[in-house]
């Protein structure tokens, strides 16, 4: 990828997209919720449906000339349908963010209700966090994991839902690496005629490929994102019963959005194609061996796992027990100087701040993108487990370096 045509007009930039280029291959994205799209998907994101206005829908636009967005955008559309089971498909969200923006401004008033997961036991911002709008235009409760099982408490939610009445129950996670129960959670919603969305960001990968049981025909709406367990570059999506179809569609555009980023919906429509291939179903089943060898090694190293394991794409470290005066910020830093990239992320019960927390989130996605199998992860966490033990000692951070270049020279990325 040598960017010649951003080259000649600015220098500046292709060195940074190079640099990126460069920085992929050569080091480890394990933070969960990155991955990496195949050449098909990079040439359809850069292509020139970026300069293309198709506000609306297939055959009702608000312009002319959008006969090749249609088509891109069905293709989406009944992919997305195919891989999820889903009756009906919103496939123009910008992110997972606008996906669930969009189910809020379809059922919600401003003050109703949300019952949804506290952000420092693995819910997300825009479940109902203060700094979000969900945070400042709805009443917000928060249910939380067990804080002896990392495990989420059915019970103690069920029992919340009874006392709060919220209007929406939101279900997913950032940062959960447990298999969630949607019966229960749509029970408890139920229970209180509340609605249910299940915001399965992290783990549309998991889902499609058959990983991790489907919230699709359980809960009232699910939404995702585009870009972390699948790899159909960055964007989101919104799925429901064709009861509300029209609630969000109208929501999305013209309630959220403007004009959908065409070329990310022909992204989506690759990345999609990818995933109906029978080859992504062992692609979604590695992620999940991958992380939980990771998990065991990272166990008989004497480090601490948040419940205990897992079973998704993700191992959530809380460092207090096994290293107690290092920070995850102290580790995500001495790692990425090594090349293993992860980010720091609060535990349940966590003592330190948002900011500088006492966890670590590694994902598998993207090693497993690049052919890692369980034998690789296990090497990768000798090397976590050498760093964060010295984090200041550069002879083992040079060593860990080593043995990252050799695992990437092993599982090329890019050319
Ligand atoms: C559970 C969950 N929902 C929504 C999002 C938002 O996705 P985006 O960054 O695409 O807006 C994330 C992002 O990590 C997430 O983890």
Redesign the pocket.
């Known amino acids: 990828m040598d960017y010649e045509h951003v080259r000649e007009v600015d220098p500046a930039v292709a060195d940074a997209l190079s640099g990126e280029v460069t920085r992929q291959n050569e080091t480890l994205a394990m933070i969960a919720?990155e991955n990496h799209v195949s050449e098909a998907v990079l040439e359809a994101q850069g292509s020139a449906l970026t300069n293309k206005y198709a506000e609306g829908y297939p055959g009702k636009r608000y312009y002319g000339g959008c006969q090749y967005a249609d088509d891109v955008e069905n293709l989406a559309i009944e992919r997305a349908k195919e891989l999820w089971g889903a009756e009906h498909v919103n496939v123009q969200p910008h992110?997972?963010?606008?996906a669930?923006q969009a189910v809020y401004f379809a059922m919600l008033d401003p003050g109703d209700k949300i019952l949804s997961m506290e952000l420092s036991h693995g819910g997300?911002l825009?479940h109902g966090h203060p700094a979000n709008f969900t945070g400042q235009l709805y009443e917000v409760e928060s249910y939380e994991v067990d804080p002896e099982t990392g495990y989420i408490d059915y019970e103690e939610l069920h029992a919340m839902a009874e006392e709060f009445e919220p209007d929406i129950v939101v279900s997913?996670?950032?940062a959960y690496p447990r298999t969630v129960d949607w019966e229960r959670i749509q029970a408890a919603a139920d229970a209180v005629d509340a609605l249910h969305l299940a915001?399965i960001?992290?783990i549309t990968g998991l889902v499609a490929g058959g990983a991790h049981p489907s919230p699709v025909g359980i809960a009232d709406f699910v939404t995702g994102?585009t870009h972390k367990t699948i790899r159909a570059g960055?964007g989101?999506i919104v799925m429901c019963d064709e009861q509300y179809a029209e609630d969000i569609d109208k929501a999305v555009f013209p309630g959220g959005q403007g004009g959908p980023l065409m070329h990310n919906i022909a992204g989506k429509a690759v990345g999609f194609k990818e995933a109906l291939d029978p080859s992504f179903e062992e692609y979604a089943a590695q992620t999940v061996r991958n992380a939980k060898a990771l998990a065991d090694r990272l166990q008989e190293h004497g480090f601490s796992l948040v419940s205990e394991g897992t079973d998704n794409h993700l191992v959530l470290v809380d460092l207090r027990p096994s290293h107690p005066d290092t920070t995850g910020g102290d580790a995500e830093e001495a790692l990425e100087e090594t090349g293993i990239v992860l980010n720091a992320n609060t535990v349940p019960g966590e003592t330190r701040s948002a900011f500088n927390p006492s966890g670590i989130r590694i994902g598998t996605p993207a090693l497993t993108t690049r052919g890692f199998d369980e034998e690789d992860l296990r090497v990768v966490a000798d090397c976590i487990k050498q760093v964060v033990d010295a984090p200041e000692d550069e002879d083992v951070k040079a060593e860990a370096e080593a043995t990252v270049a050799e695992l990437c020279d092993a599982n090329p990325l890019y050319e």
């Not at 992110?95 to 606008?98: A, I, K, L, N, R």
């Open positions: 919720s992110s997972g963010t606008q669930n997300h825009s997913g996670y950032s915001d960001a992290h994102s960055r989101g």
